[in-house]
Structures are given as structure tokens and as C-alpha cells.
T-cell receptor
Framework: AAGVIQSPRHLIKEKRETATLKCYPISRHDTVYWYQQGPGQDPQFLISFYEKMQSDKGSIPDRFSAQQFSDYHSELNMSSLELGDSALYFC???????????????FGPGTRLTVL | RKEVEQDPGPFNVPEGATVAFNCTYSNSASQSFFWYRQDCRKEPKLLMSVYSSGNEDGRFTAQLNRASQYISLLIRDSKLSDSATYLCVVNKGGATNKLIFGTGTLLAVQP
């Protein structure tokens, strides 16, 4: 079965530009998560969506927004890009289980964003 | 203090060795626990979920001690292909399923 798909895989932007990252979850998965991993850092949770509704929000800057569409794919929109936004952005998906126990999340290959 | 703590390593071991990684978490409300492995510049890949009774998958054994808020991963008969960063990951469950990652432990298996 196909895994999580992310596009683009690499993106180079200038400061103050905007970027849109896309994520296509595993078939039948209804929950999508976005994580940011800076150089030498562990992944940090940004935001998640369940059934097209935002389910949780982490350390996501106000310059970033995201949404989940009716086909469950998700887009992360980033505006006024800063040098510090350079990182790997991972999308993960899972199938929601009541109670939240063992909702195993599967990660996409990531988008490497470089801001110059 | 990080919510999930791991020894960053590196652990340099010869092929065939047994190696153990430890992890502690601070939030006693945490509900589920995982080990992921991450190769350089790649995505985290789920290695195994960690159950209260402990679980084994081939050469890998995971243990959970809720009372001590401690998780472990044992790798037997290490292979060169086991070289990676091993991430201890905690999920608080409930209304949120966000994963909290440890900083990872780097394993280098030497020929």
C-alpha cells in the first residue's frame, strides 16, 4: 500500500516569500499531523486535523496556517518566510481510534525547505 | 527539561552485539509509547509500539515501566543496517494525539 506522500520534496524560497506544502495521507487514514524538524533537532509538533477539523495545535507560528480537505489531504501554508523556517517538514497520518491509544502515526518522506 | 529524555549516544557497537537504549518521560498522563528509527535526512519510521506487558519483534524487545516512567529498547545481534537514530516517542492520547519525541540515540554498528 502506498505510504504518506508529500510534495514537493525540496523547496527553496527567499525571505518573506510564501510556500505551500502538500500531504496525502495513507488510504483511509482520517487524521493528519504536521511536524517540523530543524537541523540536529527532534521533530516538533505543529498542528493536526481530524475529519477536516483542527484537532490540536502546537508550536506553529501565526504566519503558518493549514487545512485538511474533503479527500483528507492537507496543505501547510507558510507566509513571510524567515531564515529560521529552514527545516524538514514531515506530515504523518493515522487512523483515529477512540481513546487515542496506540494511534500509530506513519510519516511521509518530508519536504526540505530552505529559506535564503 | 525535555518531556522525553534519552541518552544521545553515540553508541558504537560491533556487529552481533546486544545494545540497550533507555528513555524516561515526565508526563504520567502519557498513554502510548513508541520507538521510531530515523536514518540521516529521512523520515522517522515506526519500529514498534510499546505495550505495558512488554513486546518483542524479532531481534527487538521493548519494555515499559509506567511506575518509573521508563521505556527501553533492546536490540540483539546488531546488524550494520541497524545503524540509525532511535527515537523514543510518547503520545499523551486523549483529545490530542500529538507525538512528543526524545532527542534520539545514535547507534553506529561497526563491522
Amino acid at each position: 500500500a502506498a505510504g504518506v506522500i508529500q510534495s514537493p520534496r525540496h523547496l527553496i524560497k527567499e525571505k518573506r516569500e510564501t510556500a505551500t506544502l502538500k500531504c496525502y495521507p495513507i488510504s483511509r487514514h482520517d487524521t493528519v499531523y504536521w511536524y517540523q524538524q530543524g537541523p540536529g533537532q527532534d521533530p516538533q509538533f505543529l498542528i493536526s486535523f481530524y475529519e477536516k477539523m483542527q484537532s490540536d495545535k502546537g508550536s506553529i507560528p501565526d504566519r503558518f496556517s493549514a487545512q485538511q480537505f474533503s479527500d483528507y489531504h492537507s496543505e501547510l501554508n507558510m507566509s513571510s518566510l524567515e531564515l529560521g523556517d529552514s527545516a524538514l517538514y514531515f506530515c504523518a497520518s493515522s487512523l483515529y481510534v477512540t481513546g487515542g491509544a496506540y494511534n500509530e502515526q506513519f510519516f511521509g518522506p518530508g519536504t526540505r525547505l530552505t529559506v535564503l | 527539561r525535555k518531556e522525553v529524555e534519552q541518552d544521545p549516544g553515540p553508541f558504537n557497537v560491533p556487529e552481533g552485539a546486544t545494545v540497550a537504549f533507555n528513555c524516561t518521560y515526565s508526563n504520567s498522563a502519557s498513554q502510548s509509547f513508541f520507538w521510531y528509527r530515523q536514518d540521516c535526512r529521512k523520515e522517522p519510521k515506526l519500529l514498534m509500539s510499546v505495550y505495558s506487558s512488554g513486546n518483542e519483534d524479532g531481534r527487538f524487545t521493548a519494555q515499559l515501566n509506567r511506575a518509573s516512567q521508563y521505556i527501553s529498547l533492546l536490540i540483539r545481534d546488531s546488524k550494520l543496517s541497524d545503524s540509525a537514530t532511535y527515537l523514543c516517542v510518547v503520545n499523551k492520547g486523549g483529545a490530542t494525539n500529538k507525538l512528543i519525541f526524545g532527542t534520539g540515540t545514535l547507534l553506529a554498528v561497526q563491522p
